[in-house]
C-alpha cells in the first residue's frame, strides 16, 4: 500500500514578528518552483494561534488567510493551519474542545484541508482537573488531539493531521523522567494517519540521518515528520544563518514523511536556506553543500542592488554567507582566519607574523561590506542584516587590532578601546549576566571551585 505523501517545504513556526500576508504571499509564489509542497502556518508570536487561541479571527484576518488558502491550491500546494493551545488548555474540558474546534472549523470553512495541533514549548505538568482524569501528559494529549482528528476525519477525509508533541528531540526524550514512555504511548493513542513532528537529536541538530530516527520511529510507530531548525535563528538574537542546508544525510528522506524547514525570521534572509533543501531533496546522493551554496547565491545576487547602480561583488556576497553561515562554524574561509586568530593568540606574539596581516585583512573586508550593504537599495533587505553586519564589522576589527597590540606590546599590556568609554562595551543586561556565569568556551557551564 502506497504511504502518504512526502510533505517539503516551509513552516513558519519562530519566535518573533511573524511574516507580513505581503511577504508569505511572496513565498507561496515561488515555492512550487522550488519543488515544495507545503506551507505551514505556525509563527508562535501570532496571538491568536498561541496565547490567545479560543479567540476567533476577525473579517479582515480571515480574508488574508482565505487569500493565502486560496493561492496555495492555486499552486498545487498545501496550506497546513497551526493551533497551539498548550499554555493553558485543559485537555479534558469539553468547553475547550469545542473552542479548539470552532477556531479550526473557521479555517477549515476558507478551505483549509491540512490540520496541525503544536504542543511544543509548554509545561509538561497537568493541572488539577486533567490529573484526576489523566494518568498521564501523552493520554491528556492524545485524547485531546483524537478528539480534534475525529472531526477532521469526519469533515476533511483527504487532509493531513499533523502534531507537535511537547518531547519533540532526543535530548529532550533521553533527559525526561518519562520522555520515551511519553512518546510510545502517544503514538499508541493517535491514529495511523497522524504525522509527528520531530527535530532531530537536539531542538537544532547538527546532523540527521536515518539511523538516528530509528528508535523515535519505533517509539510513535510511525516514520517522524522532521521539523528541521538548521536554519532558525530565534533563540539568539544576534545571529542569522545564511550558509547550505547540510548535515543531512542522503538517507534520511526515506526516514521520515517528510523535511520542513523552519528557517530565519528576517523573510528576505531565506534564500539560501529554501534554495539548498530544494537541491538536497532533488537530488540527495548527489548533493553538495557548497555547491548548492554557489547556486542560491548565484541566484540571490541580484537583490544586492546599490544606489547608484552597482551591485554587490560575487565575493562580498560570499564573505557575506561565510559571515553568518550555521550555528557551529563560520564558512570556511573565515573560520581559516579565526583559525589562524586563535593559534596567533596561543602563542608568543611576534610583530612578524602573517596571521596578523590575514586577521587584519578580514577586518578590512568587513568593514568594506558594511559599507557597501549600507547602500542596498533594497532597505528592508539592509534592515535585516545590518544588526549582525554592525557587529560582524565592530568586532573583527576588534580582534585585528588586539592582535597587532598584543605583537607590539607584549603579551600583557593593556587593550585599550580610544572609541568607546570605559565599561560600555558590551554591556546591558545580557552581558551582565554573562560576566556573572562561569560560561566555558563551547558556551556551556562550568562548575567553579568553591573559593
Request: contains cysteine; aromatic residues 10%; glycine residues 10%.
Amino acid at each position: 500500500m502506497e504511504g502518504p505523501e512526502f510533505l517539503s517545504g516551509v513552516i513558519e513556526g519562530f519566535y518573533g514578528r511573524p511574516w507580513s500576508f505581503e511577504q508569505r504571499a511572496t513565498l507561496l509564489s515561488r515555492l512550487r518552483a522550488f519543488g515544495f509542497n507545503t506551507y505551514v502556518y505556525a509563527p508562535k508570536d501570532d496571538i491568536k494561534l498561541r496565547a490567545h487561541w479560543r479567540e476567533s479571527y476577525g473579517e479582515r484576518e480571515l480574508g488574508q488567510l482565505a487569500a493565502l488558502v486560496q493561492t496555495c491550491h492555486d499552486a498545487g500546494l498545501r496550506f497546513v493551519y497551526s493551533i497551539s493551545p498548550g499554555l493553558d488548555v485543559s485537555y479534558g474540558d469539553a468547553a475547550d474542545l469545542a473552542w479548539l474546534i470552532g477556531k479550526v472549523d473557521q479555517l477549515l470553512a476558507l478551505g483549509v484541508h491540512d490540520v496541525a495541533l503544536l504542543l511544543d514549548d509548554i509545561p509538561d505538568e497537568l493541572g488539577a482537573d486533567d490529573r484526576k482524569r489523566f494518568d498521564s501528559l501523552a493520554a491528556a494529549q492524545g485524547h485531546l488531539a483524537e478528539a480534534l482528528f475525529e472531526h477532521l476525519r469526519e469533515v476533511r477525509p483527504e487532509g493531513r493531521k499533523l502534531l507537535g508533541p511537547t518531547i519533540y528531540c532526543r535530548r529532550m526524550a533521553d533527559q525526561h523522567r518519562v520522555g520515551w514512555e511519553y512518546l510510545r504511548e502517544l503514538g499508541g493513542l493517535l491514529g495511523a494517519d497522524v504525522d509527528v513532528f520531530w527535530t532531530g537529536d537536539e531542538v537544532v541538530s547538527e546532523s540527521v540521518d536515518a539511523a538516528s530516527l530509528a528508535d523515535v520511529s519505533e517509539a510513535l510507530g510511525r516514520p517522524p515528520l522532521l521539523w528541521d531548525n538548521l536554519h532558525a535563528d530565534d533563540y539568539d538574537l544576534r545571529s542569522v544563518y545564511l550558509g547550505p542546508y547540510s548535515g543531512r544525510s542522503a538517507d534520511l528522506p526515506a526516514a521520515t514523511r517528510g523535511i520542513l524547514t523552519n528557517p530565519n525570521g528576517p523573510f528576505q534572509l531565506n534564500e539560501v536556506a529554501f534554495a539548498t533543501l530544494a537541491a538536497f531533496l532533488r537530488d540527495p546522493d548527489g548533493y553538495r553543500p557548497e555547491s548548492a551554496l554557489g547556486n542560491a547565491l548565484a541566484h540571490w545576487h541580484s537583490s544586492f542592488g546599490l544606489l547608484g547602480g552597482d551591485v554587490l561583488s560575487t565575493d562580498e556576497l560570499w564573505l557575506l554567507a561565510e559571515l553568518f553561515y550555521l550555528p557551529w562554524r563560520c564558512g570556511p574561509g573565515v573560520q581559516a582566519i579565526l583559525d589562524e586568530a586563535q593559534a596567533a593568540l596561543s602563542s608568543a606574539p611576534d610583530a612578524g607574523d602573517g596571521r596578523l596581516a590575514r586577521v587584519d585583512g578580514l577586518a578590512k573586508d568587513v568593514h568594506r561590506l558594511f559599507e557597501r550593504l549600507a547602500q542596498l537599495r533594497d532597505r528592508e533587505l539592509f534592515y535585516s542584516l545590518h544588526g549582525v553586519a554592525l557587529e560582524a564589522r565592530r568586532e573583527s576589527r576588534v580582534l585585528a587590532d588586539y592582535l597587532l597590540h598584543r605583537a607590539e606590546h607584549g603579551a600583557e599590556a593593556r587593550f585599550g578601546r580610544p572609541d568607546q568609554l570605559p565599561n560600555t562595551y558590551r554591556r546591558g543586561f545580557a552581558a551582565a549576566v554573562h560576566h556573572m556565569l562561569p560560561l566555558s568556551a563551547d558556551g556551556s557551564l562550568a562548575v567553579r571551585a568553591a573559593t
